[in-house]
């Protein structure tokens, strides 16, 4: 089965990446948590997770990898897939100081990497284009399996129930997505010894919600494995 909205980032790889640079898209409003209402807040909160130099990759990275080229900027050693060819060639015109980090493959096919060799793993925005059987029985486990004990699982999707389609005024077309409710991800990280990391008083954690531009209501959960 193809992946939900397959063909959109071939048709719109250079206007995605001109947003990602613009941070079009890439603010929210009504967050449940005060720290965190971008895409910089929840990377930047990330790394306040992590180990500084570590481990990560980046399932389904975008046209451009802007994740990549951030934690590679900041001295950490990530790499990134895509299902999406042009958006791997795309990012590799355009930062070729990460060609070496980017590559094509599809997450709903196992990842052909040794057991417990991530210490972090990005899902941005990805899980809302993988049915859930693809993200109960192939996805979530090779990542589970991948991640080290104590590796943390940064994980951004839309929440709701089975599948929607919305006008995205700002690519002047319908996108349709997959939507999955918080505890739902929660008890299936659960079940692969992955545990949400709480909310304390220096580290956001828990289960934040937020709304994007379209608008289309979003959750984050940053998950430690912990068995
Ligand atoms: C909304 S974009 C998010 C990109 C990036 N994570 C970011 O936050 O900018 C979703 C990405 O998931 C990729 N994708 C969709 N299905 C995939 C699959 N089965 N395997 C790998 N990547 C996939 C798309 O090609 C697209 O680049």
């Not at 659960?190 to 709304?211: F, R």
Request: charged fraction near 30%.
């Amino acid at each position: 089965m193809p992946s939900i909205e397959s063909d959109f980032y071939a048709a719109h790889a250079r206007q995605y990446l001109r947003f990602v640079h613009d941070k079009v898209q890439s603010v929210y409003a009504d967050s449940t948590h005060p720290d965190i209402a971008s895409d910089s807040d929840m990377l930047k909160h990330l790394r306040g997770k992590i180990r500084p130099g570590s481990r990560g990759f980046d399932a389904g990275c975008g046209p451009g990898a802007p994740d990549v080229h951030e934690f590679w900027r900041h001295g950490f050693d990530i790499i990134g897939v895509d299902a999406e060819e042009h958006a791997i060639d795309l990012t590799k015109e355009m930062f070729p100081e990460i060609a070496p980090k980017v590559s094509v493959a599809d997450l709903k096919e196992p990842l052909g990497y040794p057991e417990q060799v991530f210490d972090f793993v990005i899902s941005k925005t990805v899980i809302q284009h993988l049915d859930p059987d693809s993200v109960k029985k192939v996805f979530l486990p090779e990542i589970a399996r991948c991640l080290k004990l104590d590796g943390v699982l940064f994980n951004l999707f839309k929440t709701g129930t089975g599948v929607k389609t919305v006008y995205d005024a700002d690519y002047g077309t319908d996108r349709t997505f997959q939507l999955y409710e918080p505890e739902e991800i929660v008890v299936m990280l659960d079940d692969l010894g992955l545990e949400v990391i709480p909310n304390t008083d220096d580290e956001p954690g828990g289960v934040i919600t937020l709304v994007d531009p379209k608008p289309m209501e979003h959750c984050v959960i940053y998950a430690r494995k912990v068995r």
